[in-house]
């Protein structure tokens, strides 16, 4: 009777909460008392609006414009992000914004470990209450803009706790300087999945010739497969944005695709090309290298890579950026 009152109630399960007697039931995990049922039974959604709102009200936490507090209230959408992070249940995964802990308690059922980056501190409380069934997440409470990355990372592996998966829903303000900060640890990682601004997302796709096409399109196909997976409307949130977003997924390189020699000049052509989009790619690079290589010998290379020095930078593949750069580093030795 017990069993059968139990599958009667699963149409009102969490994904935390489904994933959770999945993976007891698929590894023989007889722990699965009647206590832990119960409990997951009694757990409120994270998804449910209702339930956030309650949360929010009780711990008088207002949420911030400034940092992009803007919670998933959206089981599909909950689900269409953990689906593309293809996890097991070894993984130790990172993510950025804990939030409430709506991502955080649904991913923690099915991985070995979740580390969490949380800048808000008055988070706290609540997260205590809302993640208090769950013994395999931590909380940091860090900017994740000054937080040692490289140091954090090297101290896991030498626990033996490699981390090769990260995900986060970014706030907009610190989404594309954090997305090339994360893909240059591309020595550690694999796979991000993101929820970011549609408009974000669309940059990191961008192919040559396309408005979006500039700077993060390069660092992120450099270091990247970028793959859009999904198109979220702002009705997902609580507060809802004014704009919609997008899951996207990088499936990160542990080596690029392309051979640039060096790459701090690799991404100084890049830069100096698109400092002034619409000027002519010989003008950018002559400006851009003056006192350092002579707008002659930039025209040289340009004909020898088989760039016509009247294309604009942003005309430019990954590619040829790429010949561009060795052909200006053979000069340049």
């Known amino acids: 009777m017990y069993f059968l009152s139990l599958i009667g109630q699963l149409a009102n399960w969490s994904i935390g909460q489904l994933s959770y007697l999945a993976s007891c039931i698929y590894t023989n995990d007889y722990s699965l008392t009647t206590k832990k049922v119960s409990d997951l039974m009694n757990k409120r959604k994270l998804t449910s609006p209702t339930e956030v709102t309650r949360l929010l009200a009780k711990y008088d936490f207002k949420c911030k414009k400034r940092l992009g507090q803007n919670f998933l209230v959206d089981q599909n959408t909950l689900r269409i992000i953990i689906n593309s992070l293809k996890l097991n249940r070894e993984d130790c995964i990172l993510e950025i914004g804990t939030g409430i802990g709506t991502l955080t308690s649904a991913l923690s059922p099915l991985v070995k470990q979740v580390i969490s980056v949380e800048k808000d501190k008055k988070l706290a409380p609540l997260l205590e209450e809302s993640l208090s069934s769950f ?100 009705t997902v949130f609580y507060p809802q944005p004014k704009v919609s977003s997008m899951i996207i997924k990088l499936d990160i390189y542990k080596k690029p695709q ?30 851009y290298f003056k006192g350092v290589i002579a ?37 340049l030795v």
């Open 258 to 287: 392309v051979q640039v020699g060096n790459e701090k000049l690799f991404f100084n052509i890049i830069r100096a090309s698109f400092q002034q989009r619409r000027k002519r790619l010989i003008n950018s690079l002559s400006n």
């Open 135 to 234: 013994d395999n997440i931590e909380i940091i409470f860090e900017d994740i803009m000054n937080f040692d990355l490289v140091n954090f990372f090297e101290q896991k592996r030498i626990k033996d706790e490699n981390i090769e998966k990260i995900v986060g829903n970014l706030p907009y303000y610190i989404s594309i300087s954090l997305i090339r900060q994360i893909l240059e640890l591309n020595r550690y990682l694999k796979v991000a999945v993101f929820l970011v601004q549609k408009e974000v997302g669309e940059r990191l796709m961008a192919q040559a010739g396309n408005k979006n096409y500039g700077i993060l399109s390069l660092v992120a196909q450099y270091y990247s497969q970028p793959q859009k997976v999904h198109i979220v409307p702002p």
């Open 295 to 331: 707008k002659a010998e930039i025209e040289d290379i340009l004909t020898e890579t088989s760039i016509d020095k009247s294309r604009r930078g942003e005309t430019l593949s990954l590619e040829e950026f790429a010949k561009l750069s060795m052909a200006m580093g053979k000069k």
